[in-house]
């Protein structure tokens, strides 16, 4: 439609962006001069589940987000398999993936393909379509892992609300994610449309289970403090209060 970068630039007197990725996606076609950063404050409340991923049989993995192309669900499930071809664990590693299919036709079909992917990889036993879930905390208490494979994710409410809740996330290291990840503080990167190092981070990421847990504290710690409501209603404010002073 009209709404292009330029058509926003000419008509904003200030541009919010939610993260610094999205940003430099501005930065090419417009000037930086009305561009500023105030990333998504998250109503979630830090609920850390306890771990005991190394003293049982299943390893279980979440992926969340709408069944689109953009959300990449192909990869978490490619890593699956290919996790168990090698034998890179010893447990039943079994992925849940929350989300609904968008109507629209043009993207719709790619939950179909993702089921049919899971046929071909004879995954039927350990890949479950959650469809859209009404309650993710209750949800994720019974998982162990959270995966964000975005090939471009904006900002990451799901990488927040995860580390929040007190599981390892294991992210594309592209988008916004690295902005909200510190590879192996609060988190894990892998590159992004490698399935094999995705699945290579998985096993790593439960291999040592004082480290994993390190990790768990200081995203719960980090999540926690950062990317709050309040943190982004004071942003945005000191922004509005900048223009109406320019108008005066």
Request: aromatic letters at 6%; glycine letters at 6%; a negative charge.
């Amino acid at each position: 439609g009209r709404w292009d970068f330029r058509a926003i630039y000419d008509a904003s007197d200030r541009i919010i962006l939610i993260s610094h990725a999205l940003e430099r996606q501005f930065a090419e076609r417009v000037p930086e001069d009305k561009l500023t950063v105030s990333r998504n404050g998250i109503d979630y409340d830090s609920v850390a589940f306890a771990f005991d991923g190394l003293e049982k049989d299943t390893l279980r993995l979440l992926v969340t987000g709408r069944l689109v192309p953009d959300k990449n669900q192909e990869e978490a499930i490619r890593a699956l398999a290919y996790i168990r071809e090698n034998s890179l664990t010893d447990k039943n590693v079994v992925l849940h993936i929350a989300g609904s299919s968008p109507r629209r036709t043009h993207v719709g079909g790619y939950a179909k393909r993702l089921k049919s992917l899971v046929e071909a990889l004879d995954l039927q036993d350990a890949v479950i379509f959650e469809g859209e879930v009404a309650d993710m905390r209750e949800l994720r208490r019974h998982m162990d892992i959270e995966l964000m494979c975005a090939v471009r994710e904006t900002f990451g409410r799901v990488t927040v609300e995860a580390m929040r809740s007190g599981l390892m996330v294991i992210g594309s290291d592209t988008g916004g994610t690295p902005e909200i990840i510190q590879d192996g503080v609060t988190g894990c990167l892998y590159r992004q449309g490698d399935y094999r190092d995705l699945a290579e981070t998985i096993v790593r990421a439960v291999s040592d289970i004082d480290r994993y847990n390190e990790i768990r504290q200081n995203a719960i710690a980090y999540a926690s403090t950062h990317f709050t409501v309040e943190q982004n209603c004071a942003e945005i404010y000191r922004v509005l209060a900048d223009c109406a002073r320019k108008t005066e």
